[in-house]
């Protein structure tokens, strides 16, 4: 029995491991040790045989070579395979190997020997659960419930900018409110620039029905922000401004407690007001909202949230159902089924709202356009 567990053991050390130093390398931290998948896989599978009582020895070859490195080296062989998936195959050989000699060569692929007796269940379970800990303090475990990493196109070869990163061209708001420095679009009201009711920065590059929106994120405490999509630009004598817009909001907030945090889907300027909450996934029908599943609490979204720092944002609007994701983890999953009130396409907007001083910051626009028979898209009619 353990040396059926210890394989799924190791394998999770091993892939956790490789996650936090590729989110190190995605946030740029150039002064993180490299992970090298044969030193470390050495190490974790010492540390973790250790502690499921199998006893780690393994035999030398007769060039003086540990076999189960020598395997991870074969990268001819294994050029295919993922570097977890090398790590995981060497665990797997290293922990079941008797290490005896049989003409010089090892004989790979026998059971491991016992140090003392088996374990109880209960104790393996917790040992591997220090390690997830242990690897990845940082995020959410991966064996979290309801954790959601997002699968959506990574290559981006289908998004265009729509934000050039030097002015405002393509986007109409109010001049007094709105400017671009450092590649970034700014927005603040002070109290000498204030907004009469809320106001908007519009794109103008038409209107959206099925896409997908990427962009990063910053602002401060003292008030909210807003991402508005298939909404529509209000003009008139009733309207406050001349960039007033309505519909469907992801919301900006700089906070961690819920349910006052970045992410939930706001109705503008409508009659339902909070939509969906960060962590639910629901449903809205004409007698109004059910929820099916919470699948993130607040504990979780601290650790996905950076405060004080730029946050990407990943909108995924197909049919009536709308996902939003938060630095690569599925924040909430929303289906529309009121047909009255449901929103299938509209204008793009960014928000600042009325009230205390504030400012918000966005970068990297991109927009992807998806056609409706999109398999990918997770489509809901």
Not at 36 to 60: A, K, M, N, P, Y
């Amino acid at each position: 029995m353990i040396d059926e567990l210890a394989e799924p053991f190791t394998t999770v050390v091993v892939r956790t491991r490789r996650s936090r130093s590729l989110r190190n390398e995605d946030i740029g931290n150039s002064n993180e040790e490299d992970i090298d998948s044969d030193h470390h896989t050495s190490w974790d599978q010492r540390e973790v045989c250790e502690w499921l009582g199998i006893d780690f020895r393994r035999q030398e070859t007769e060039s003086g070579e540990i076999e189960c490195q020598r395997q991870c080296k074969a990268r001819s062989e294994l050029e295919e395979q993922s570097r977890e998936e090398v790590g995981q195959e060497c665990c797997s050989q290293g922990a079941r190997q008797e290490g005896r000699k049989e003409g010089g060569r090892e004989d790979l692929g026998q059971e491991s020997s016992k140090k003392g007796a088996i374990m109880p269940v209960r104790y393996i379970v917790w040992a591997a659960w220090l390690v997830c800990a242990a690897a990845c303090p940082w995020s959410p475990c991966p064996w979290s419930r309801g954790q959601e990493v997002q699968e959506l196109n990574q290559e981006e070869t289908e998004f265009r900018s729509i934000f050039d990163g030097k002015s405002l061209d393509g986007w109409d708001g109010d001049p007094r409110l709105w400017s671009v420095r450092d590649g970034i679009i700014r927005g603040e009201t002070t109290p000498d620039k204030a907004a009469q009711g809320n106001t908007f920065l519009i794109w103008k590059g038409g209107e959206v029905k099925d896409f997908e929106l990427r962009l990063s994120f910053r602002c401060n405490a003292t008030n909210n922000s807003g991402i508005q999509y298939r909404s529509q630009h209000v003009v008139g004598p009733s309207a406050r401004n001349a960039w007033i817009v309505r519909g469907y909001q992801h919301e900006l907030r700089n906070e961690l407690a819920f349910p006052n945090v970045s992410g939930f889907i706001y109705d503008e300027g409508g009659s339902r007001k909070r939509l969906c909450l960060v962590g639910e996934r629901a449903e809205w029908r004409q007698g109004g909202k059910q929820v099916v599943e919470q699948f993130l609490d607040e504990t979780e979204f601290r650790q996905i949230f950076r405060l004080n720092d730029w946050n990407d944002v990943v909108i995924l609007a197909v049919g009536n159902r709308i996902r939003h994701f938060m630095n690569g983890h599925l924040i909430l999953d929303f289906t529309d089924n009121d047909e009255a009130l449901a929103k299938s396409e509209g204008v793009l907007a960014l928000q600042l709202h009325a009230g205390n001083p504030m400012w918000v910051e966005f970068r990297n626009i991109r927009l992807r356009d998806l056609p409706s028979s999109d398999p990918a898209s997770g489509r809901s009619r």
